[in-house]
């Protein structure tokens, strides 16, 4: 099946460590996002990747790294800098050949204690 | 940045009713969807509407970009439409990144 997977589903994580969420897209899509999702509210964007070994900080990248290696992969880490890291993580992709409508994964459920 | 209000936050219907959610942005825009987002969080996509007017099934959406608003039309509502709809667009402004910018929500709830 094509699409956009993210994993875990759920992640539990003591305060102070390091955690990596994964998102794989087999879409062949150039362009992949990370966003954030807190109760209550829209998402907002962390970070943002055109094309392979090329990223850009998105509207809240502080105490959030990523990387673009591959094509299909776009890794999230969340850093133990980040103030308030339990949220909902979603991540999506583009096409990027003239095609601007995005598609979500399913999303990561972040908490920590 | 743009900015995207969406009205009204929160909306409760009878299974059976109409609705029309409403979605303002500030600036002009390269894209425009509109997504509903399930329990389980997940966002489906309803909608790429940066402009015009499209129908698929009870939903339909018209984008006025002149106006700077989009309208989603939902009829004949059921249990099944309940959930967050988000509204979101990326600026012609920004360039060609297309970062979208997501307001705040419609929370439709649906009683049988």
């Known amino acids: 099946d094509g699409g956009i997977t993210q994993s875990p589903k759920y992640l539990f994580r003591k305060e102070g460590q390091n955690v990596t969420l994964s998102c794989e897209q087999n879409?062949?899509?150039?362009?992949m996002y990370w966003y954030r999702q807190d109760p209550g509210q829209g998402l907002r964007l962390i970070y943002y990747?055109?094309?392979?070994?090329?990223?850009q900080k998105g509207d809240i990248a502080e105490g959030y790294s990523v990387s673009r290696e591959k094509k299909e992969s776009f890794p999230l880490t969340v850093t133990s800098a980040q103030k308030n890291p339990t949220a909902f993580y979603l991540c999506?992709?583009?096409?990027?050949?003239?095609?601007?409508?995005?598609?979500f994964g399913p999303g990561t459920r972040l908490t920590v204690t | 940045g743009i900015q995207v209000e969406q009205s009204p936050p929160d909306l409760i219907l009878q299974e059976g009713a109409n609705s029309t959610l409403r979605c303002n942005f500030s600036d002009s825009v390269n894209n425009l969807q509109w997504f509903h987002q399930n329990p389980w969080g997940q966002l489906i996509n309803l909608f790429y509407?940066?402009?015009g007017t499209k129908q698929n099934g009870r939903l339909s959406a018209t984008t006025v970009a002149t106006e700077r608003y989009s309208l989603l039309y939902i009829s004949s509502s059921q249990t099944t439409d309940s959930g967050v709809y988000f509204c979101?667009?990326?600026?012609?402004?920004?360039?060609?990144?297309?970062?979208?910018?997501f307001g705040k929500g419609t929370l439709l709830t649906v009683n049988p």
């Open positions: 990747s055109q094309i392979v070994n090329d990223f």
């Open positions: 979101a667009v990326a600026s012609r402004s920004g360039g060609s990144n297309y970062k979208l910018t």
């Open positions: 879409l062949n899509h150039d362009a």
């Open positions: 999506a992709s583009r096409s990027g050949t003239g095609l601007n409508e995005q598609y």
């Open positions: 509407i940066p402009s």
